[in-house]
């Protein structure tokens, strides 16, 4: 299996090398260069780990059998429950809870395999390097990313995140991570706008040999490295399994409702549907920053909005990267995939008459999503964080439109408690007392529910990382901290 750029086809890449370069050089994004196909009945009865074999080996090929048997085990061995993605039935509706890892967010499952899968590629690449991952996070990948790669040896990673723009708990489990080869800053901007910037070095010859010189070669932990996409697959054959043992025959067709940002989870269901998973609809669940919404329904991707801080802040994006991957594999067009993506650089905006016929999309304000949590706590006593709940409002509008009795399955993307600080306001019976760790104490009294062990802990965690930046110093502030980590 070789990989290539959504912007150059010709140039071909085995994974190891993919997964190390992080995005192309020409700014595009890696793709398979086919979808291999799966019997969906050899799979059902397998467990989480030998499923994730099973997928993963199709796609990487160049990685021994064995040792991909040995990273997968270690990245979901006890950082994960026996069941690492339990499927839960609350009311009609059932909810893939994909927040069990060590961040209690999704990225968990592709941020505990994805270092395991570059120290394999730099060992099998004799690369003499160290590597430098650069993310930007709009509250999740970061501190995924930031649990996954602490403590390498011969990995060091910064994270970029907006300074307003995450939760309290969301921030805590950033800069509080205490390892040298580590570094996490707050941007005075928003999340498109740590985005940018780290795609502006991706591509900026200067930089990447200024970091040559000090021996370092850049990768990312963002959803544009292939290797952040691939594992994701696996939990909607999980998810499907699950179904297929209760509700619904082997073979027939489900939906899945996606809460979408930078559009990296539901491409992962289009990849298991390409590669025979029979789904019938993969639903877009936006909030108020509507950019994906607005383009499957308009066919128009215009990117000049305002983004607004929203209740479910890891969706407040406005530039979707992957949304690129799902331009090529649409239109086989590499040459019109670049000009969509220029178009999209000089003048936010560009538009494709195209039929997504796998995709259907909708979305929820701030009102609908705190109604939605409320409602499903008093209707089916079950607590959901804000993400999941403007998939839940789109699912109840998808199926009144559709007026199916076709199964849906809800990815509930992070725990609520989360993002307490947002869901305790909606509960009356709670009194605020001014300090998260108090409310979520009293919010665990309230519904009986557990708030997480370590989740608690972080209020006697000291904060390593208290820098903020301009964007315009991002630049700047990373090859500071890999001069500072080449003295040390």
Known sequence: MKFFSTRNPSDRFDFNEAVLMGIATDGGLFVPEEFPKINIDDLKDLSYDELAFEILSKFL?????????????????????????????????????????QTHAFKDFALSILPL??????????????????????GDTGSAALYGFRDLKNIDIAVLYPEDGVSQIQKLQMTTVNSPNTLVMGINGNFDDAQSAVKKIFTDKSVKEELREKNYSLSSANS??????LPQIVYYFHAYNQLAKSEISFGKKISFVVPTGNFGDILAGYYAKKMGLPIEKLVIASNENKVLTD??????????????????????????????????????????????????????????????????AGYADEKKTLDTIKNVYIKDNYLIDPHTAVAKKVADDYKKSRKTEEKIIILSTASPFKFADV??????????????????????????????????????????HKKTTEVKDIQKNIIEFVCDRNEN
């Open 61 to 101: 090929t160049d990685v021994d059998k064995e040792k991909l048997k040995e990273i997968i085990s270690k990245a979901y061995d006890n950082k994960f429950p026996k069941n690492p993605a339990p499927l839960v039935k609350a009311g009609e509706d059932f909810y893939l809870e994909l927040y069990h890892g």
């Open 117 to 138: 899968f570059m120290e394999n590629a730099a060992n099998s690449k004799k690369i003499k390097n160290k590597i430098l991952i650069l993310t930007a996070t709009s």
């Open 224 to 229: 544009i490295n292939i290797g952040r996409l």
């Open 295 to 360: 383009f499957f329904e308009s066919k128009t991707y215009n990117a000049n909005r305002k983004l607004k801080v929203t209740n479910s802040p890891s969706m407040d994006i406005i530039i979707s990267s992957n949304l690129e991957r799902l331009l090529y594999h649409e239109t086989k067009d590499s040459e019109k995939v670049k000009i969509l993506m220029d178009s999209l650089l000089s003048d936010k905006v560009y538009s494709l008459e195209h039929d997504f016929k796998d995709f259907c």
């Open 423 to 464: 869901i305790i306001n909606e509960f009356d019976d709670i009194t605020r007392q001014g300090d998260i760790f108090k409310d979520l104490k009293s919010f665990e009294n309230y519904t009986s529910i557990k708030v997480p062990k370590d989740i608690f802990n972080l209020k006697d965690r000291e904060i390593f």
